[in-house]
């Protein structure tokens, strides 16, 4: 069966927050994660049965959103379900008539700035040495579409 895609919900924290820390080298906080249920976000995620694959978080400023985390399960990474995360995630943008779309990545992050690339987001900024890493810093590339 293909995966579901459906909105999170807060009965889906925990899973979230599995994800959460199996994908990303930074993970956010859960209580970050239970704060994406407010008035301002909306989310997406994509499902096998109980499993949770992959998920992202945006919000949205009168036509303005900002994709504030996006994450596919190690084990399903490579799969096209990144891909097909920001892809719902843009026509949601379209329906919701949200036409300047913003995000922040690490400098580092091949992987994501290839996709973003690939589904039409430019570079449109640095902010230098914003992120830690365990070496040091390195820079967050804005980018918008
Ligand atoms: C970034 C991420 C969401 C991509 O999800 P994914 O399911 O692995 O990606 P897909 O299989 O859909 O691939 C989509 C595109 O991403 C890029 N990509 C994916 N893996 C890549 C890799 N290892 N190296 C380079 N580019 C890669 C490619 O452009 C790919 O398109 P292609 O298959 O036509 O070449 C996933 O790697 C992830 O969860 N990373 C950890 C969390 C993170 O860094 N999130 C982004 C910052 S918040």
Known sequence: MPPLFRPLTAADLDAMVAVEQAAHASPWSRTLLADSFGERYFTGSFWQGEQLL????????????????????????????????????????????????????????????????????????RRRDYYQTAGGREDAVLMQK
């Open 54 to 125: 992959g998920y992202f978080i945006a919000d949205r400023i009168l036509d303005e959103s900002t994709l504030m985390n996006i994450c596919v399960a190690p084990s399903w990474q490579g799969r096209g379900l990144g891909r097909q995360l920001l892809e719902q995630y843009l026509r949601l943008c379209r329906e919701r008539g949200l036409a300047r779309l913003w995000l922040e990545v690490r400098a580092s992050n091949a992987p994501a700035l290839a996709l973003y690339r690939a589904c039409g987001y430019v570079e449109c900024g």
